[in-house]
């Protein structure tokens, strides 16, 4: 080969496209560096380092959202959908940054390590959000992963923690084993590793793909805590620190979720039945033994924790819908739980800073005459995520029924619906203990004025966005709608 041909096939890489990521890289980077030069650390400043880069990334998304194209051949992608999921990741880790110093304090578990940790998990979920290739989301999903494992053990001298930890990475490690097991079939079947080549290439020995796709989707299985993978779940969101669950519910359901969203459309012509009736099984099990499991809940993060897995087979029912409606309906639900899974989870982060708070349900009595703002608060995530009426939870639940019916998958819808009813006893219970009950003990906690900002941006965005849907839908949509072009 001359050398003018080898300098011809030289890709010079699109650096404007990866910006943000490169920015949220950079800042994780700087607290790093400046963790090594200084023996005491300064938490306040780490924060505020991490928030400017993080807005910075953000505000660069923002004003570039139609900004698109491929870089370093392929490896990674910039289009309207990575945008769309990253910008809401970015802005869920500034809410969690608000709430990490007083809590770590408090439970005198102030690490340094914890900031850039969480700068390398968010720029690992947006890099999952952004490739089809099968190395990039290999190297991506155990960027987030090991992250998440150390996270959740970071409180000192907490057993649970350590527990949880240790379920999430024994289980972690195996979803992706499995995922890698599933890249190699599909790598064997098609000769290439990237997945939009995989799925549309027509080979002969189809067995190939049909096992790599299986083995993939059940490592992605795992990770998004869909029955029976879901072991890990409950005790790892039980047992972390809860800004962290907090982001785990949130920005971790946005990761791990936007692959299985990318190979949705790639699938639709050769494997649309079976696509349905597997996920559709998966879906349906999911929302029944998540809601089921968590009526007998005492301890009220547990039992968001088996909401959690509820919803996300809400999710998969709308994934199970192969067609553009089903995936508007998939991204729209998926931004609604990241606000109210972040919403619910930051304000029990916030009542576990009193020391006689032990998150049973009994505590919640009365907590309407001690700390009213709260009260309300958690009404209003509570009824959103049973999905009353105007909120964001109604709203996605509602699109997923349109596109399940859409698709004539009556069965599943009606299963989505029995589930919702079961949900009813758990959600409205805790409203009712809220707002009905005595006070068993009076609970105070003194919040900063960044919580109760936080608090009170995602309380409204619940409801402004649930009654005025076409703000998200509009994005939703139109990412959808490229997805499904590609």
């Not at 509570?382 to 509602?398: C, E, Q, R, T």
């Amino acid at each position: 080969m001359e050398l003018r041909d080898l300098i011809g096939s030289i890709e010079f890489p699109k650096m404007a496209l990866i910006i943000p990521e490169l920015i949220v890289l950079l800042t994780g980077f700087l607290i790093f560096t400046l963790d090594l030069i200084f023996k005491r650390a300064n938490y306040r400043l780490y924060t505020w380092i991490s928030v400017v880069g993080y807005f910075m990334a953000m505000l660069y998304i923002a004003f570039n959202p139609s900004l698109s194209g491929s870089t370093f051949y392929g490896l990674y992608v910039r289009d309207y959908f990575s945008s769309f999921l990253q910008f809401f990741m970015i802005l869920l880790t500034i809410f969690v940054l608000a709430f990490t110093y007083h809590y770590y304090k408090q439970k005198l578990s102030l690490y340094r390590e914890f900031y850039y940790i969480l700068s390398f998990a968010l720029v690992s979920a947006m890099f999952l959000a952004s490739s089809y290739n099968l190395i990039t989301l290999y190297v991506a999903l155990e960027g987030v992963s090991i992250s998440f494992y150390i996270l959740t053990a970071l409180l000192r001298g907490d057993f649970n923690a350590k527990e949880g930890a240790f379920k999430y990475l024994i289980l972690g490690g195996l979803s992706i084993a499995l995922a890698s097991y599933g890249a190699v079939f599909m790598y064997i079947y098609a000769g290439s590793l990237d997945l939009q080549k995989i799925l549309t290439y027509s080979g002969q020995n189809k067995d190939l793909l049909i096992l790599g796709l299986v083995f993939f989707l059940i490592g992605f299985a795992i990770k998004i805590g869909a029955v029976p993978f879901h072991f890990w779940l409950p005790d790892a969101y039980q047992g972390a620190p809860t800004p962290i669950t907090a982001y785990m519910a949130s920005v971790g359901k946005l990761a791990f979720f936007a692959p299985v969203v990318r190979i949705m459309p790639l699938v639709q012509e050769h494997f649309a039945y079976a696509w349905v009736i597997t996920v559709g099984i998966i879906s349906a099990m999911t929302m029944l033994y998540g809601n089921l499991v968590a009526l007998v809940q005492k301890d009220v993060k547990r039992l968001l924790a088996y909401s959690s897995i509820a919803h996300s087979g809400y999710i998969l029912a709308g994934i199970a819908v192969a067609k553009a409606i089903g995936l508007k309906a998939v991204l729209y639900f998926l931004v609604a739980y990241a606000l109210m899974g972040a919403g619910s989870f930051l304000l029990l982060a916030l009542l576990e800073r009193n020391p006689q708070w032990e998150n049973r349900m009994e505590e919640f009595s009365g907590l309407r005459f001690s700390m009213p703002w709260i009260a309300v608060s958690f009404m209003i995530f509570m009824f959103s995520l049973l999905g009353v009426p105007p909120s964001v939870g109604f709203v996605g639940k509602a699109l997923v029924f349109t596109a399940l019916s859409f698709d004539r998958l009556w069965w599943l819808a009606f299963v989505m619906i029995l589930s919702t009813g079961i949900s009813t006893g758990y959600y409205v219970r805790l409203v009712v203990l809220t707002f009905m009950k005595e006070s068993s003990k009076s609970i105070k906690v003194e919040s900063s004025l960044a919580e109760k900002v936080v608090i009170f941006v995602l309380t409204l965005s619940v409801v402004i966005l649930g009654a005025v849907p076409i703000i998200i839908w509009s994005f939703a949509s139109q990412s959808a709608d490229i997805l499904f072009k590609r």
